[in-house]
């Protein structure tokens, strides 16, 4: 069975600087899709940013940006530029290309401090 | 556009009772989903649908049931209800490789 596992329960950010947020998955599978969202108090969940597993480059997205490492099964999440906005809960999810199962982490709160 | 909508946002509900919780997308998304998500954890899949007429179990699937009669359509059912289902439930739907979009959550109480 696929696993995601985010290791960070919270983390802080001096505004206008950077965050890294980690991300490991458990797979045997070859075709998935991995994505960030983010979810704030009110509870709806924003797609952050997406990578397909057959694509090298990395995905960009404005200020946010991954970090895909296939073979160490790591997608980290980088935040430039911090904003306030952009405090709330983060998780990353993975979604199986063969069942299209949707799975999430347990999630990593940020918060960004002025 | 309505997008994915459920029904109710909010219910309480006694020990051993019954209820369903309604999901309905416009999107024409063949993919649905189900999850639960406890206070300051993450979202745990229920059940989920890739078409009309397919559902297939999540990671906690034990005390649900889900139907998938229509494309539209993705109705949770909850039988004999237990103070461990107190949750928030999201439907979610997408067409593959394209955005999720989730509904807004509903809150659960069993007491």
């Known amino acids: 069975a696929q696993t995601v596992t985010q290791s960070q329960p919270e983390m802080s950010v001096q505004e206008a600087e950077t965050v890294t947020l980690s991300c490991t998955y458990d797979t045997s599978e070859s075709d998935y899709y991995l994505f960030w969202y983010k979810q704030p108090p009110s509870r709806q969940m924003i797609l952050v940013i997406r990578q397909e597993a057959y694509k090298q480059q990395n995905a960009t997205e404005n200020r946010f940006s991954v970090n895909f490492q296939k073979a160490a099964k790591s997608f980290s999440l980088k935040i430039s530029d911090s904003q306030l906005g952009d405090a709330a809960m983060y998780f990353c999810a993975y979604r199986s290309g063969n069942t299209d199962k949707l799975i999430f982490g347990t999630g990593t709160r940020l918060q960004v401090f002025p | 556009n309505a997008g994915v909508t459920q029904t109710p946002k909010f219910r309480i509900l006694k020990i051993g009772q019954s209820m369903t919780l309604q999901c309905t997308q416009d999107m024409n998304h063949n993919y649905m989903y189900w999850y639960r998500q406890d206070p300051g954890m993450g979202l745990k899949l229920i059940y989920y649908?890739?078409?009309?007429?397919?559902?297939d179990k999540g990671e906690v699937p034990n005390g649900y049931n889900v139907s998938r009669s229509t494309t539209e359509d993705f109705p949770l059912r909850l039988e004999l209800a237990a103070p461990s289902q107190t949750s928030v439930y999201f439907c979610?739907?997408?067409?593959?490789?394209?955005?999720?979009?989730f509904g807004e959550g509903s809150w659960l109480t069993v007491v």
């Open positions: 979610a739907s997408n067409n593959p490789a394209n955005t999720i979009y």
């Open positions: 649908s890739v078409g009309a007429g397919i559902t």
